[in-house]
């Protein structure tokens, strides 16, 4: 059983598209974060979400708390965010731990 | 600040085998953890600790033990190698509040024979 569950599983889209990422989970939180893995593996954090929108540079963050839902959009997409994008989920009462989605492969085509 | 570090990078082991990974932080960090991703399944919580002293099972504990004697290191120590455990191992570090961010090290690829 996954408690945080993304979609799609892959995405490829041409350069300067607009792009949406979803996840959903099924219990409540008190955070969710999205994360980028690059494509030599390394993961950083991009945006962590209790409420509301975030906005940095061309990625946007919202979270809809009530539907238990959060997406993830790329304006004017480049290959450079070519990337494996992860939803990760802090539940309340289990210390710091985090539950992750298994991400979502988005590939930006020039 | 160096951020997260692992050591080492890539590891072959045979079944059976011993071995330790290595994790430190200089951001003086309280919350330390391992995880490991395999295809198709999200980051997996292995352990973790909330300071020097303390440490806590996460998701999937077995067959790993760790240790926290400093703030700045976390350690990962593999008992008797499987080839169950191949796998990329991170390590990550976060202050204790909820709204803290996590940082990871560049992982460790570990191939068990």
């Known amino acids: 059983k996954n408690e945080v569950e993304q979609s799609p599983q892959n995405l490829t889209a041409q350069e300067g598209e607009f792009i949406t990422i979803n996840c959903s989970y099924s219990v409540g939180i008190s955070a969710l974060h999205w994360l980028q893995q690059h494509p030599g593996g390394g993961i950083v954090s991009l945006f962590m979400l209790s409420s509301g929108k975030k906005k940095h540079g061309r990625l946007i963050a919202t979270i809809n708390i009530q539907e238990k839902h959060s997406s993830l959009h790329i304006t004017a997409s480049h290959p450079r965010d070519s990337a494996v994008y992860i939803c990760a989920v802090r539940i309340p009462n289990t210390g710091n731990q985090f539950y992750f989605g298994t991400g979502t492969s988005l590939t930006v085509i020039p | 600040n160096a951020g997260v570090t692992q050591t080492p990078k890539f590891q072959v082991l045979k079944t059976g085998q011993s071995m330790t990974l290595q994790c430190a932080q200089d951001?003086?960090?309280?919350?330390m953890s391992w995880y490991r991703q395999d295809p198709g399944m999200g980051l997996r919580l292995i352990h973790y600790?909330?300071?020097?002293?303390?440490?806590d099972q996460g998701e999937v504990p077995n067959g790993y033990n760790v240790s926290r004697s400093t703030t700045e290191d976390f350690p990962l120590r593999l008992l008797s190698a499987a080839p169950s455990q191949t796998s990329v191992y991170f390590c990550a570090s976060k202050g204790l509040s909820y709204t803290d961010t996590q940082y990871f090290g560049p992982g460790t690829r570990l191939t068990v024979l």
């Open positions: 951001m003086n960090h309280e919350y």
């Open positions: 600790s909330v300071g020097a002293g303390i440490t």
